[in-house]
């Protein structure tokens, strides 16, 4: 008999791996409730990491994998032989992000990332398929259906909606927003943030100060393939499979929204900000 998995896709592995481990996590937490976070956070942790090693494994033997519950793989070597730096094909997984608010009762804001990066892919990302699990939430983006969402409704007040850590927010940004006219939208989970741009219920999501590419992999691949704007905040590429996996800082927003956002952080990073600056033109329906 054919072993199914041979034929299964990339992009498919990736979404059934993410929603799988999504409906582990979500047992988990029904099973150990919320008396004991730290024990909740890290049983968590373990058991959606295990799941993704175990089935990379078994149907991509030949792939090296980069995990952030990984600590043997975070630099060069995967541990089990495939090295992540020589390696034609890497997966990039976050078994669970947004680990806080996973532990905290009744948050929904919270994913499982599981992203391919490709030595020959097109893009300067490298990334060629990806799945952003939403457990909680009760959905799956993937970099073939991202695109198919429906663009949420536009606020009728015209102001940007600019979502951000609710934990380690960037120093800058209570001025950024001030400058352009945001709302911050407080929220766990760069994942969570990043599936609100593509889904529309916030306009922008901006991070700085620390994160590594696990973090961000998976959900840029979805954004980015749903044709939304991905950065670094200089504006320049956002790569992976980097010999250091930090990636401090990201900006992934509404394509009309990127000039005039970068615009305002290459001033706030220089000090130069003028809080009485013009307000960004309110975004348009279309992310392109
Ligand atoms: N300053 C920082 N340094 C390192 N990691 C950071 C960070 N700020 C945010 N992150 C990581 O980015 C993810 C999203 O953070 P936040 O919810 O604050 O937006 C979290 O991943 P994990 O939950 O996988 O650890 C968090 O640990
Ligand atoms: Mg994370």
Redesign the pocket.
């Known amino acids: 008999m054919v072993d199914p998995t041979i034929a299964e896709s990339d992009v498919a592995l990736a979404r059934r791996l993410a929603a799988d481990a999504g409906e582990l996590l979500l047992r988990v937490r029904a099973d150990l409730g919320h008396g004991d976070p730290a024990g909740l956070k890290a049983a968590g942790d373990r058991a959606a990491h295990d799941l993704l090693r175990a089935e990379l494994a078994r149907c991509r033997p030949a792939d090296a994998v980069l995990s952030?519950e990984d600590a043997g793989s975070r630099l060069v070597d995967t541990g089990d032989g495939v090295s992540r730096r020589t390696a034609e094909r890497v997966w990039i997984v976050?078994p669970?992000?947004?680990?806080?608010?996973f532990s905290e009762q009744g948050r929904a804001d919270w994913a499982v990332h599981v992203a391919l990066w490709a030595r020959d892919a097109a893009t300067p990302h490298g990334l060629v398929a990806g799945a952003v699990a939403l457990p909680a939430q009760g959905r799956v983006l993937t970099t073939d259906v991202a695109d198919a969402l429906p663009a949420a409704p536009s606020p009728s007040d015209g102001v940007i909606r600019l979502a951000a850590?609710?934990?380690?927010p960037p120093a800058f940004l209570a001025a950024l927003a001030g400058e352009v006219g945001a709302e911050l939208v407080p929220m766990?989970?760069?994942g969570a943030?990043i599936a609100a741009v593509v889904t529309g219920d916030v306009d922008a999501y901006i991070?700085a100060?620390?994160?590594?590419e696990w973090?961000s992999a998976a959900p840029v691949a979805v954004a980015t393939a749903a044709g939304f704007h991905a950065s670094r905040i200089d504006g320049s590429a956002l790569t992976y499979n980097e010999a250091d996996p930090r990636l401090p800082d990201l900006l992934v927003c509404r394509g009309e929204l990127a000039v005039p956002l970068l615009a305002a952080l290459r001033r706030q990073l220089a000090g130069t900000a003028v809080t009485s600056g013009s307000p960004v033109p309110h975004p348009g329906k279309d992310p392109r």
């Open positions: 952030e976050d669970l992000d947004g680990t806080r608010e850590s609710r934990s380690r766990g989970s760069a943030k991070h100060g620390g994160q590594y973090d």
